[in-house]
């Protein structure tokens, strides 16, 4: 069912192809996320125009709204959001740890109150697989916990728990037209790292996902964690790499050998009125843009730069128009999978090496910007 | 340049064919309201979708932001927000009475305070004309006065500075390719309506709106008003009810010879979770729609009736998803399209007055509502 072809190498760079039972995802390949089952304020049709191919949605949040079993007799999640392309769900583990109320950690699973309402929930790796059979993604997370990256010990607890709850995760799946990742964690401790690697690929899960980055480290420190986890991981699975991120990050993932992404950030920064540019981010609201007769981005494809201007898209900020966030969402998600095909052409035509410098200065060094979660990341 | 061919009429029901610089308006027809340049939440890719034909936008709210000049200098407001069919601007008088904090009105104009920052304005006949040809719409609007329809002696101060308003707009026009329309006003007294139809039908302007309906009269005050008005309105012009309205008070309309509406209902009820359905007026937020597997209506042919289920839009609302507004304002705006789309083919077969009572009872005594603006307006 879930094949892995790897079409082309450029040193540790790789172009395949993912067959799931919504079609082949074709890799490097960024993901949207569609928290809440929307990827906010798009319709499907948007996303098809972006051409995204992977949508994620978060297990956390449809556990507790609309519930996953509401999903489950709605004919799951592809249909209830009516996205018929392949879909991600991550395990919730995540969540638990980020956005719960409180949480008491046990070797058997986590209790955390509802962000929503305050109500006590538990999930376990079972539960979590339950959830996730019930909303029915093509790919699907083993249950982790990300723990603090700075610190070993806890690191290393964090590291081994995730690791009995991904043989619980496996234990657990009764589907077979869902594909389990088991994830590494293991923080930025080269040896639990090495260690977390091994252990997960022994698991012959049909892919692998890495966890606990874009979490608070440095970039080299997630470069480095990239560097020593690679060497222990199986060449034909795809690699997903959690929750990242910007688009130096993508460019440099690549060329660390990852295959898949996610990540909030250009439907975030949207909702924030600012746009990826190769003049950097581009804060729209800006008053320089008032009669601005350009688009966003002169080279986009996509529907808000062929279509609008920025003196527009500034009139809708500045006027509180949702459409803004509409627009500028469509453009950030484009710039982002655009600059994924264009770097599955590069690995195709074996030049991702050659060009990768070029695209990390275009997409880095613009405008005087460093291009790192903290610039990027908003409130 | 602005024609106005009358294809088919039954009894007082008119088919017909205005002619404008961008393109043909088929009337009888309903118009989206777009305020600040932005029909809300909704691209002009979805109001082709839905058959959109004339978008109206608010000379008061663009004037004060972006500002006329701005998009005058942006190419217009059709190319400022892309849209590339007929528009129409009202002169921004009721706005002035409505949402400004304060006015001062005199014969020659009213100063008013701007509702966004209270900053100090002045609106005359020949600013207003000013500001609409920055704007370049189609289907411009005279500078007129709304009264309190139930006060006699106001209602008559107020129309007669109407007429000499719409006299001096007329004088101040200086563009060719824009219908400037005067407007009838005189409250819900039969003697000033009649009074200001016939003046207003003697300025010989190419088409003919008629103000201060809907603003707090019943429905029969608005029937009889326009019964009073229509034997006095030339045949041969089209004849616009500003502001106006829900489904009954179209079908209503158009049996009194009405051939252009306008109101803000659809988008508005749309923000607040109410769709338009043959069942009545329909709270998708009400806990009956979280596992219903319908669309909101059955027999609509819009994307979201085509593609979403009440249970997705249901969960959309409660999870305060912005995409719920977007997906029930296509439906609520094509649910009006498609309601003159079947007027304008009963007048055109000869059945309008023979499926009216029909037409009339479906969108009416569903669920036992009354489909008054009252009961549909929201604050």
Redesign the interface.
Known sequence: MFEFEITAKNNRARAGVFTTPHGDLLTPVFAPVGT???V??????HLKDINASLVLSNTY?LYL??GDE?IR??GGLHK???WGRPMLTDSGGFQVFSLAQTRKIDDDGVTFKSHIDGSTHRFTPEKSIAIQENLGADIIMAFDECSDPNNHAYSKLAMERTHRWAERSLKAQTRRDQALFGIIQGGIQADLRTESAKFIASLDTPGIAIGGLSVGETKQEMHDTLDVIEPHLPENKPRYLMGVGTPEDLINGVARGIDIFDCVLPTRLARHNAAFSPAGRLNLMNATF??D?HPIDETCDC?TCT???R??L???I??K???A???ISIHNLRSLTRLMEQIRVYIVDGTFEENSPLLLEQWKNNAGKKMGNSEWEVA
């Open positions: 809440q089952a929307t906010k304020t798009l319709t499907p049709e949040h709204r609309p509401l007799d709605m209830f959001m009516q008032a009669r007769e529907y279509t609008f201007t003196a527009y500034r009139h809708l500045v006027a128009e949702l459409l966030g509409t627009l």
